[in-house]
């Protein structure tokens, strides 16, 4: 029997997939993964199903959708422990499986059939159980950098440099801890799974020096607006999070802050290039499958908005990459098979040579790596945040992005294909009505396969539950107050407010000090 071959796939946090310029993008550089998507098959159409990182996740570890795990968003359900995964089918196949960064896992610990951990996570503590923090802690920088992931609270989505030198940063943590492992398992006839995830580039875009200087501002491509992208046609969760995550509308911090995210992902790619010539200098790379993805990625202020949670391209489009050199036909083949994150786990058992009786709701892609066969035409998302705060749902098909806030009942309807970047908008026209209505009878039906129909659906239509909340957050953030301009949300001014600020109202003090 020959040896089963090494995976490693890496993984980032909130990176889009026109940050590589293999990808179309002529204003950026990433060799290394431009080089990746080279030598296999980049699926150009592959959305997060739930564009939010513990959701996502999730459904990349167990090959199921977020109806299936329970997890419908970061604070909404916890995968069972005893669920299949991964890495317990690989485990099962005679891999050692090792994690290296970040994982985001509830509850953060739980090694769903890791061997072996080694974590830094995005929001640590020196307290204990995260192995960058206490790396950080040995080397004496806690001692005066209490935020070393970037500073958060009031500078989320302010440009920074980070205060780490570029060695001692998570990115590069992670990189180096990889390459160890990669260097350990060289002469072991144990194949090995890998799951190395990055940080960047999540906000706080802090790349360290040198990479803030990757790109100028001036060579940035502006946001992408249109005459829809304003607050009489955002949904309840474009105003609560993605509008006003960050409320500076100066076109060249928008710019400035484009930069620095794109020298996070230019500081990524550096390291990707390590780990792959790692594999290269130990004879390995033949024999391993590295695939590339993301969790979701950002709007970055396409549309006026920024963050996640929501289906247009700058958020829930990601890179989706496969390179299996001697199985997968070098080239840099792209495929127009809509993708997601529960294909991760059945098409990775697959190219692996395993058979696997671990149920999924995803679909094998490796029988369309080497033609042009189409593995599936609808890609189906949903995003539920508790009675309270209502839920988001997709439907994605060849041409039409439907999306449905049940919050305010309000549609979005996107035609992918018309050139527009999104920026026309269809839902109030009574000509495409009919397109709704099938988009939703591909959602209900979606639903009903998994037996939650009654919780989304009343008859034909989805529930609009018309929430109070959602005149209160417009009402704070449409007309807020004017200490509270730079940040509605929980981002404050990147200065110090006076007293019976915003500030003062999340702490509860009347002065900052």
């Known amino acids: 029997m020959s040896r089963k071959p090494n995976i490693i796939m890496i993984m980032t946090d909130q990176q889009r997939y026109d940050s590589i310029s293999a990808n179309g993008s002529t204003r950026v550089h990433t060799p290394h993964l431009d080089a990746l998507a080279e030598s296999g098959v980049t699926f150009e159409r592959a959305y997060a199903n739930c564009p939010e990182c513990v959701p996502a996740r999730h459904e990349v570890i167990s090959g199921r959708n977020a109806l299936s795990t329970g997890v419908l968003s970061n604070s909404v359900g916890m995968l069972d422990p005893s669920s299949p995964t991964l890495m317990k089918v690989l485990r099962e196949n005679g891999y050692h499986t090792q994690a290296i960064g970040k994982m985001h896992f509830k509850p953060t610990r739980e090694h769903f059939g890791f061997h072996d951990m080694k974590l830094s996570e995005e929001g640590a503590s020196a307290s204990g159980g995260d192995e960058h923090m206490a790396y950080l802690k040995a080397k004496g920088y806690l001692d005066y950098i209490p935020e070393p992931n970037g500073t958060r609270s009031h500078m989320y989505y302010i440009p920074q440099v980070s205060q780490l030198p570029k060695e001692h940063h998570s990115t590069h943590w992670v990189a180096d801890e990889s390459i160890a492992y990669i260097d350990a398992k060289a002469k072991s006839r144990e194949p090995f799974f890998l799951f190395t995830s990055f940080i960047q580039p999540h906000p706080p875009f802090d ?40 409320s500076i509308t100066d076109p ?110 995803g679909v094998d892609l490796s029988s369309v790596m080497n033609n042009n066969d189409c593995a599936r035409g609808t890609s189906f998302g949903v995003l539920d945040f508790g009675e309270r705060n209502g839920s988001l749902h997709a439907v994605i098909d060849g041409t039409w992005k439907y999306i449905y806030s049940t919050a305010d009942g309000r549609e979005t309807l996107l035609n992918v294909t018309d050139g527009s970047n999104e920026c026309v908008h269809y839902e109030h026209d009574r000509a495409y009505d009919a397109i709704k209505t099938k988009l939703r009878g591909r959602l209900r039906e979606h639903y009903r396969k998994l037996g939650v129909e009654p919780r989304y659906f009343s008859g034909d239509m989805l529930i609009d539950q018309h929430l109070p909340i959602v005149q209160e957050i417009k009402d704070r953030y449409l007309h807020p107050d004017n200490d509270s301009n730079q940040g509605r949300l929980f981002q404050l001014p990147a200065w110090f407010p006076p007293a019976k600020t915003m500030q003062d109202r999340i702490t509860g003090k009347d002065n900052i000090f």
């Open 207 to 246: 790349p360290p020096t040198p990479y803030q200087y990757a790109y100028l501002p001036n060579e940035m491509e502006p946001p992408v607006r249109g005459p829809y992208d304003n607050a009489d046609n955002y949904n309840f969760w474009q105003i609560r999070q993605n509008l006003y995550k960050c």
């Open 252 to 361: 060249y911090f928008i710019k400035t802050m484009r930069a620095y995210y794109h020298g996070c992902v230019k500081f990524v790619d550096d390291m990707v290039g390590r780990i792959a010539d790692t594999l290269t200098r130990n004879g390995m790379r033949e024999d391993t499958i590295i695939f590339f993805v993301s969790d979701h990625g950002d709007f970055l202020g396409d549309h006026g908005c920024f963050g996640k949670r929501s289906w247009f391209d700058g958020p829930a489009r990601i890179p989706f990459i496969f390179s299996y050199p001697g199985t997968i036909a070098p080239g840099g083949r792209n495929s127009a098979t809509i993708a997601g994150h529960t294909d991760i786990m059945p098409t990775l058992l697959a190219l692996a040579g395993i058979t696997s009786a671990a149920p999924t709701d």
